[in-house]
């Protein structure tokens, strides 16, 4: 079985159903079907090599779904761009991967100005003498599925290959195989339940984390909700108007739709389940959201390396506070442990690094052997991220282990110092970090953004966190920032941050 076959067994058992609701009109499971298969066709015409490369260079639309759908259905391999991008990185990856295709929005034409790899346009109109989406439908409209067995392709071949968004580091292409993609969609249906009445706001990137609710919302029959335009307000009309019930975000999309002006819980009628990633969500922060909308908070904890899901935590976990810090328990076919620097398993309660095996696991980093040995070690995928677990199966992240501040020979994990700063009523977020020091080896210091109108001083946020965690993870410095950089997925660029002060303090490193 192929992570396709999901849909092609819903668009049978649904046919008349709506699976995409769009701007410009609904669509229905049996007609996404037929423009799936005919696309897939047009794709195979002009690249018949099993397995090759399509890019798919857009933001979220109906075309992007159907183009997404029909590279899978090729048999071939997807490789989402980020449109908010640069030109040159956009050019990187096109020239490690060669993709024989590259789905293209019009308005991001520009970012591979330079490149020489066929195109196939969204939208009405061709810039050039390349085939459009709709017209390779319709040239090809009526086409047979194809056997992916019968060419034969096999679970441990890849069925993507994304490149990393972290915060630090040269991007590297994680190769996802069918293996992991079939391990992501049922983790996805049994962990949050997802069934025919289900529909997904497609409110962040396909192309990043919301990838990964595509193929779970319609194997069960659900529909994927469109937006117009970006934004939190368009946010907020697709669940109050259009009785959105799901959703995944980064956390500063969910705090800007609770500080849209008159919002309030009746604009979501019908929802179920916001599910947030890409971010950790501090305590008080999570009081307030689920003081807003209610019990439906939800989060997941993976990699690109691991998509979405080794551990999730429901909406009813989020019921004990305890549970507040923790990123949840296991999901299918995960399975995680605590790692000692000598590659002992540690017990329930001791911090180490997470590390996790199972199906969901990506095959390595596209022709980086020496990489892949790094991180890939004896079947376990060392996640870089350093935790514990509690003796109720309960994962909780203290930071990435190059993160670890050790300062007077304490280790300082910067997400409690982050947890603490977070409950001032005027903190909007911050990024704790450690700086060269002389005396300590390194220092605790923290960026922060202010809430908007709100006041404190340095001296105010330094008795704060004292109080609450004591001197040794206290920060010895307070930045008061405007805003806090970002990626396009919404994570605080902490090591920019990092970057940026120990520049204004003379230090280039």
């Not at 769009?22 to 799936?36: C, H, K, M």
């Not at 799901?246 to 969910?254: A, G, H, R, S, W």
């Not at 908070?297 to 989020?318: K, N, S």
């Not at 982050?418 to 300590?440: M, R, S, T, Y």
Request: hydrophobic share 40%; charged share 20%.
């Amino acid at each position: 079985m192929f992570p396709i076959d999901f849909f092609w067994r819903a668009a049978a058992r649904w046919p008349e159903r709506t699976a995409i609701d769009a701007p410009e009109g609904f669509t229905t499971y049996a007609t996404l079907a037929g423009e799936v298969a005919a696309l897939a066709a047009g794709l195979c015409a002009l690249d018949p090599q099993p397995g090759s490369r399509v890019g798919i260079l857009a933001s979220n639309s109906r075309e992007h779904l159907v183009a997404l759908l029909a590279t899978l259905a090729a048999g071939k391999v997807w490789l989402p761009l980020n449109v908010k991008s640069t030109a040159s990185e956009i050019q990187r990856i096109l020239g490690v991967t060669e993709p024989g295709i590259v789905v293209v929005d019009p308005g991001s034409a520009a970012l591979m100005a330079t490149a020489s790899t066929p195109r196939v346009w969204t939208g009405a109109h061709s810039p050039d003498a390349q085939p459009t989406v709709s017209a390779l439908i319709a040239q090809h409209a009526g086409a047979a599925r194809l056997d992916l067995a019968a060419l034969g392709l096999k679970d441990s071949d890849t069925q993507a290959i994304k490149f990393t968004g972290g915060t630090t580091g040269a991007p590297k292409g994680v190769m996802q195989p069918y293996r992991a993609w079939l391990a992501n969609i049922s983790n996805q249906i049994h962990g949050w339940g997802f069934d025919e009445h289900e529909r997904y706001v497609l409110a962040a990137p396909i192309t990043h984390g919301t990838g990964t609710y595509v193929l779970p919302i319609l194997a069960q029959g659900g529909c994927h909700v469109g937006l117009a335009e970006a934004g939190a307000e368009a946010v907020r009309a697709a669940f109050r108007d259009r009785d959105g019930t799901c959703c995944f975000m980064p956390p500063t999309l969910v705090y800007m739709l609770m500080a849209l002006p008159g919002s309030s819980r009746d604009d979501y009628p019908r929802l179920r389940r916001l599910i947030y990633g890409g971010a950790p969500m501090p305590p008080e922060k999570i009081r307030q959201v689920r003081g807003f909308f209610g019990p439906v908070l939800g989060t997941t904890y993976g990699q690109t390396e691991a998509p979405q899901i080794l551990t999730l935590m429901r909406p009813e976990d989020f019921e004990d506070e305890r549970n507040w810090a923790s990123v949840g328990r296991r999901s299918w076919f995960s399975d995680v442990e605590i790692m000692a620097p000598d590659g002992t398993l540690l017990p329930n309660g001791e911090v180490g690094e997470v590390v996790a095996r199972g199906d969901l696991l990506m095959s390595g980093y596209w022709r980086l052997p020496e990489k892949t040995a790094e991180t890939l070690v004896d079947g376990w995928l060392h996640t870089g991220d350093r935790g514990l677990i509690d003796e109720r199966g309960y994962l909780y992240l203290k930071d990435r282990l190059k993160e670890l501040v050790i300062t007077g020979g304490f280790n300082v994990y910067p997400i409690d110092v982050e947890n603490a700063l977070g409950q001032h009523p005027a903190v909007h977020e911050c990024a704790v970090f450690g700086i060269p020091d002389d005396k300590w080896g390194e220092a605790v210091q923290a960026a922060v953004q202010l809430r908007a109108g709100q006041q404190a001083s340095e001296a105010e946020l330094i008795a704060w966190v004292r109080a609450r965690l004591g001197p040794v993870q206290t920060p010895k410095r307070i930045h008061f920032r405007a805003s806090l950089p970002r990626s396009p997925v919404g994570k605080v660029l902490k090591n920019e941050v990092r970057q940026a002060v120990l520049a204004s303090q003379g230090d280039p490193s």
